[in-house]
Structure formats: structure tokens, C-alpha cells
């Protein structure tokens, strides 16, 4: 049944959808750029307003049966009525669920694009070749969702593994389905260097930062540092004669961002400042959640990256996330990408906060 609270929340959209479309249709310009904001409105409405027209006319439905089965003079069609009646409830459960997560589950900044940190922890060269396997494990998370994935710094080791990397992933509802990504994740396995055949542990912290627009967050420029220097390599070495990477400091918070990966001073610039936009907005954000935190249980975790959320066992072939005590049996799945359900878990989990 629907709930009054979705029921008046339908009716809003519905009016605002149908608002919207008169809008444009008596529009006298036909030029774009004047009505790109009417028409990103539009689009945005449109697919939850599509779902919204489907549940009212499964409940119609539903409602023009059960008004059958209550008629005495229709009762040769009473069992067929009652078939119909329990696939409709089916089909109305399915959706009252997507609606109540897409209305009422939300998080500001859910359909944000964001900027992910994967550092090497404890463990030396293992958690090294771990952050890599992380990173592709993410990027081929954002194939599978069509997302576009950007390298904005990196620094690896020569064996293939990763130190520190920061990369931009840009698609729709990006922020969305990797916010419960941020802490510690651990891995239980035999490195191939390893002779006796003996089990390591060795983590890698991620932290998953929100992409604010510029109107959200405002750097003073007065409050950096800039410094230019030298891109360097494995090992350290300067691989560039002109110096091209950007360091920047924000003085009030000492937040750092550094770029050198790409071969321009301006574009490194850019994207040391658009990391460092993400830090003080993630920052903030922060500061909100822990002061609302206080009132009550955060059983998802405070994703705190000092948190050890998951765990990747490799001789056992499981990841188990410590949050929801969910257990995903196919490891090699979930490193290439596969890990919805582990996602899934951790949604429910807050929903039942």
C-alpha cells in the first residue's frame, strides 16, 4: 500500500513534470542554449515521472480488480482476478521500493561525479601491487557503468605497483553507488615472491571525494600556495627537463594537492585545483555528517579512512565487507569489476538505520 508520505511526494513530481513540459511547448524560442536549463529539467523529471505514471496506473489497476473479486456477479472470473491481483502486487512492491530509495534514500551529492584516492598502506611492495589491483578494479567498475575514468596524479613503483593515485570518475550517479567505498581494504594473500608458501596481509586506503561544481565550493585564491617543480618517476628520478608539476597548499586548512602527470604546467593546475576543491568540500561535508552522526548509529561506518572495511582473502576466493557481513565467493569477480551486490548490501544496511 501506498504510503501517504509517497503518495503526496508522486503528486509534487507529476505537477512539476507536467509544469515543466507546458513550459517548453510554449516556449517561443527554439534556440538551445536559451532553454538547455527548462530542457535539463526535463530530462531529469522525465525518468522518474515515467516511473511515477507506471506505479499510479498498477495501483488503478489493482484497485479496478479488487473491485471485481468484491462483485458476487462476477465470480466465474474471481480466481483470474486473484492471479492478477497478486502479480500486480508483485510488480507495485518492485517499484514502491525503487521509489521510497530514489525519493527519500538520498544523499546531496549522489549524483555527483568524484575523485577517488587509493593509497598503498602497510605491507610494503604487496600493498603496492594491491592499490593496482584496486584501481583496476574501480576503473573497470566504471566500464561496466559507462562512466569515464581520469588519471589526475600518480605515483607508482616499478614493479607494477601503485604507491598513491588519484583518478576522476565522471558518469550518472557516480557518487551515488561508490560512497561506501572510503577505509581501509585488506588483502590476505601469497605473494609470488613468497617460497614457503606463507600468507600476507597488506591493505590500501581509499577514499572516495564527492565532485563539487564551482557554485558549491570557493577557493580564495589568496589562501594558496602554488609551487612548481620537476615531474619525477619510479625511484624518484626527474623525467622532465622543464618543470611542469603543481603543488598547491591551501594555508587555512593545510590541505595539499599535487599533478604532474600531465606534460602542461596549466592543465596540471587545473586538476591539482580541482582535487583540491574536492578535499575542502569533502572536508566539510565531513564536519556535517559527524555532527549529525552524533544522534544516532552509523552501522554503515563513519567512513573514516582509518577504518577497516573489507576484506579480499585470496585462498579462500572471498571479499567480505565488515559493515554489512556480506561474503561475496568469487573473488576474481569482484577484482574485475563484479561487486553490485557488495554495493547493494551496504545500501540496505543504511536504509534499515
Same mark, same amino acid.
Given at each position: 500500500?501506498?504510503?501517504?508520505?509517497?503518495?503526496?511526494?508522486?503528486?509534487?513530481?507529476?505537477?512539476?513534470?507536467?509544469?515543466?513540459?507546458?513550459?517548453?511547448?510554449?516556449?517561443?524560442?527554439?534556440?538551445?542554449?536559451?532553454?538547455?536549463?527548462?530542457?535539463?529539467?526535463?530530462?531529469?523529471?522525465?525518468?522518474? @515521472?515515467?516511473?511515477?505514471?507506471?506505479? /499510479?496506473?498498477?495501483?488503478?489497476?489493482?484497485?479496478?480488480?479488487?473491485? !471485481?473479486?468484491?462483485?458476487?456477479?462476477?465470480?466465474?472470473?474471481?480466481?483470474?482476478?486473484?492471479?492478477?491481483? /497478486?502479480?500486480?502486487?508483485?510488480?507495485?512492491?518492485?517499484?514502491?521500493?525503487?521509489?521510497?530509495?530514489?525519493?527519500?534514500?538520498? &544523499?546531496?551529492?549522489?549524483?555527483?561525479?568524484?575523485?577517488?584516492?587509493?593509497?598503498?598502506?602497510?605491507?610494503?611492495?604487496? @600493498?603496492?601491487?594491491?592499490?593496482? &589491483?584496486?584501481?583496476?578494479?574501480?576503473?573497470?567498475?566504471?566500464?561496466?557503468?559507462?562512466?569515464?575514468?581520469?588519471?589526475?596524479?600518480?605515483?607508482?613503483?616499478?614493479?607494477?605497483?601503485?604507491?598513491?593515485?588519484?583518478?576522476?570518475?565522471?558518469?550518472?550517479? !557516480?557518487?551515488?553507488?561508490?560512497?561506501?567505498?572510503?577505509?581501509?581494504?585488506?588483502?590476505?594473500?601469497?605473494?609470488?615472491?613468497?617460497?614457503?608458501?606463507?600468507?600476507?596481509?597488506?591493505?590500501?586506503?581509499?577514499?572516495?571525494?564527492?565532485?563539487?561544481?564551482?557554485? /558549491?565550493?570557493?577557493?580564495?585564491?589568496?589562501?594558496?600556495?602554488?609551487?612548481?617543480?620537476?615531474?619525477?618517476?619510479?625511484?624518484?628520478?626527474?623525467?622532465?627537463?622543464?618543470?611542469?608539476?603543481?603543488?598547491?597548499?591551501?594555508?587555512?586548512?593545510?590541505?595539499?594537492? !599535487?599533478?604532474?602527470?600531465?606534460?602542461?604546467?596549466?592543465? /596540471?593546475?587545473?586538476?591539482?585545483?580541482?582535487?583540491?576543491? @574536492?578535499?575542502?568540500?569533502?572536508?566539510?561535508?565531513?564536519?556535517?555528517?559527524?555532527?549529525?552522526?552524533?544522534?544516532?548509529?552509523?552501522?554503515?561506518?563513519?567512513?573514516?579512512?582509518?577504518?577497516?572495511?573489507?576484506?579480499?582473502?585470496?585462498?579462500?576466493?572471498?571479499?567480505?565487507?565488515?559493515?554489512?557481513?556480506?561474503?561475496?565467493?568469487?573473488?576474481?569477480?569482484?577484482?574485475?569489476?563484479?561487486?553490485?551486490?557488495?554495493?547493494?548490501?551496504? !545500501?540496505?544496511?543504511?536504509?534499515?538505520?
Amino acid at each position: 500500500m501506498m504510503s501517504n508520505k509517497l503518495e503526496k511526494k508522486i503528486t509534487e513530481i507529476l505537477s512539476e513534470f507536467k509544469s515543466v513540459e507546458n513550459q517548453i511547448s510554449n516556449s517561443n524560442s527554439s534556440n538551445y542554449e536559451e532553454n538547455k536549463t527548462i530542457y535539463a529539467k526535463y530530462s531529469e523529471l522525465k525518468k522518474i @515521472a515515467d516511473i511515477c505514471e507506471s506505479y /499510479n496506473e498498477l495501483n488503478k489497476q489493482l484497485k479496478e480488480l479488487k473491485s !471485481v473479486i468484491k462483485d458476487p456477479g462476477s465470480k466465474d472470473i474471481h480466481e483470474l482476478a486473484s492471479e492478477e491481483i /497478486n502479480t500486480l502486487n508483485t510488480q507495485i512492491n518492485i517499484i514502491n521500493t525503487e521509489l521510497e530509495d530514489k525519493l527519500f534514500n538520498t &544523499d546531496e551529492d549522489d549524483q555527483s561525479n568524484v575523485i577517488m584516492e587509493i593509497r598503498a598502506g602497510t605491507g610494503g611492495e604487496e @600493498a603496492s601491487l594491491f592499490a593496482q &589491483d584496486l584501481y583496476r578494479m574501480y576503473t573497470r567498475y566504471a566500464q561496466r557503468n559507462g562512466w569515464k575514468s581520469n588519471i589526475l596524479n600518480s605515483n607508482t613503483t616499478g614493479l607494477g605497483g601503485i604507491k598513491e593515485i588519484v583518478f576522476e570518475l565522471i558518469g550518472e550517479n !557516480v557518487y551515488k553507488s561508490l560512497k561506501y567505498e572510503s577505509g581501509v581494504h585488506r588483502v590476505q594473500r601469497i605473494p609470488s615472491t613468497e617460497s614457503s608458501g606463507r600468507i600476507h596481509t597488506s591493505a590500501a586506503t581509499v577514499a572516495v571525494l564527492p565532485l563539487p561544481d564551482e557554485v /558549491n565550493i570557493e577557493v580564495n585564491p589568496n589562501d594558496l600556495e602554488i609551487d612548481v617543480f620537476h615531474a619525477s618517476g619510479n625511484g624518484g628520478q626527474n623525467v622532465q627537463k622543464v618543470a611542469t608539476a603543481i603543488r598547491i597548499t591551501h594555508i587555512p586548512t593545510g590541505i595539499i594537492s !599535487v599533478c604532474q602527470d600531465e606534460r602542461s604546467q596549466l592543465k /596540471n593546475k587545473e586538476k591539482a585545483l580541482s582535487v583540491l576543491q @574536492a578535499r575542502i568540500y569533502d572536508m566539510e561535508k565531513r564536519k556535517k555528517e559527524e555532527e549529525r552522526a552524533k544522534d544516532r548509529k552509523q552501522q554503515v561506518g563513519s567512513g573514516d579512512r582509518s577504518e577497516r572495511i573489507r576484506t579480499y582473502n585470496f585462498p579462500q576466493k572471498r571479499v567480505t565487507d565488515h559493515r554489512s557481513k556480506f561474503t561475496h565467493h568469487e573473488i576474481d569477480k569482484v577484482l574485475d569489476g563484479e561487486f553490485n551486490s557488495i554495493i547493494e548490501s551496504l !545500501v540496505v544496511l543504511n536504509a534499515n538505520e
